[in-house]
């Protein structure tokens, strides 16, 4: 049976079956689940119809809410904040004071900290990084070992993945694929439907965009325009 430590609102909060326990000064109220293994400890927060499941964590000052979701072996914690229908799984970390909210999914080993924001139906999954105060929105898509950092802002349905790294100032939106080593920071800008992969490196007030590609060593820099 669950062990309670923390505080319910009634039995349907915490699963019966399970090791689900929620402990320390954390609370679990209105039609929010907690059940299966998971736990939620500190002075976290479950509520409105959010579910925590199977080996997830909510610890610190973290907030689950609306009908988010988050489960596997995820973990939200510090100041962090998983709202609307978002859905944690695999084994993601959310944490410093990131949000996650709308129809945004974080899954596999992806990792989104600072002030970093994911929303719309965007995704980042594999072992994709969120940070700083970056954001990812629309239906756009961070995976593979890609980096997205500063405040760098990718939407639409642009994907940066592979090694890639954006930060700065820099924007990716459009259809454009940002992918291989490349990087992308300062203020620039690559949309419409264009690629910059390899290791190719596009900065200052750089814009690629159109169906423009960029790769091999190439570099992209200064007033420069390429469509």
């Known amino acids: 049976a669950g062990e309670l430590g923390g505080w319910i609102e009634s039995e349907e909060n915490l699963s019966q079956d399970g090791n689900a326990w929620i402990y320390d000064e954390a609370m679990v109220f209105n039609n929010a689940k907690v059940f299966d293994n998971a736990k939620v400890f500190a002075d976290a927060k479950v509520f ?4 925590v499941f199977i080996n997830a964590k909510i610890l610190g000052n973290a907030i689950v809410y609306g009908k988010a979701i988050v489960y596997g072996k995820a ?5 962090a904040k998983i709202l609307g229908n978002a859905i944690v799984y695999g ?16 899954y596999d080993k992806a990792n989104i900290c600072g002030n970093a924001e994911v929303y719309g139906d965007a995704q980042v999954y594999e072992y ?8 990812v929105f629309g239906c756009a898509e961070v995976y ?21 790294e954006v ?20 203020w620039a800008m690559v949309y419409g439907s264009a690629k910059v992969y390899d290791n190719a490196q596009v900065y200052d007030d750089a814009k690629v965009y159109d169906n423009a590609e960029v790769c091999g060593n190439a570099k992209v820099y200064g007033s420069a325009m390429v469509h």
């Open 128 to 135: 994709g990084e969120v940070f700083d105060n970056a954001m």
């Open 167 to 186: 930060y700065g100032n820099a924007e990716i939106y459009g259809c454009a694929n940002i992918y291989g080593d490349t990087e992308v920071y300062e």
């Open 91 to 106: 084994e993601a970390n959310i944490f410093g004071n990131a949000r996650v909210c709308d129809c945004a999914e974080v």
């Open 144 to 164: 593979g070992s890609a980096v997205v950092c500063g405040r760098a802002k990718i939407y639409d349905v642009a994907k940066v993945h592979g090694h890639a």
């Open 48 to 51: 409105d119809n959010a579910k």
């Open 75 to 79: 973990m939200v914690y510090s100041n």
